[in-house]
């Protein structure tokens, strides 16, 4: 799998951890659900699940505009992250880190824009 490099450490992107599993199960499913949603707050459950097996999940808050993506798509980014994390805990992309590529660069903007 592709990895990215953030800071000196190697993160799988979401896409590629998709990938794999898709390559890996092909009749799996990633399930996700909004847990909470208010006042430019989210949160995502992800759920894999294999032959019908409940396999892991992940979850996953962001908050709008919270970074330049957030601004316009926090929900789709948290669904994203969601998903990585599940697949992180199944065992995908994780050489290095459960938090994907997306997950810690969004992370670390977050921090410099705090500082």
């Known amino acids: 799998m592709k990895s990215v490099d953030i800071k000196g450490k190697q993160y799988i992107m979401v896409n590629e951890r998709i990938k794999e599993f898709r390559k890996q ?10 847990m909470a949603n208010a006042d430019g707050q989210v949160m995502f459950q992800a759920k ?12 996953a ?33 994780i050489d290095a880190s459960i938090a994907s590529a997306e997950e810690v660069g969004n992370a670390v903007k977050q ?5």
């Open 111 to 115: 921090q410099e824009d705090f500082l």
């Open 25 to 34: 199960h092909p009749n799996g499913q990633i399930l996700t659900q909004v």
């Open 48 to 59: 894999v699940i294999v032959d019908g097996v409940l396999v892991a999940t992940g979850h």
């Open 61 to 93: 808050y962001e908050k709008e505009a919270s970074s330049f993506i957030n601004k316009t798509s926090y929900i789709e980014n948290c669904e994203t992250s969601a998903i990585g994390r599940a697949l992180g805990v199944y065992g995908i992309g």
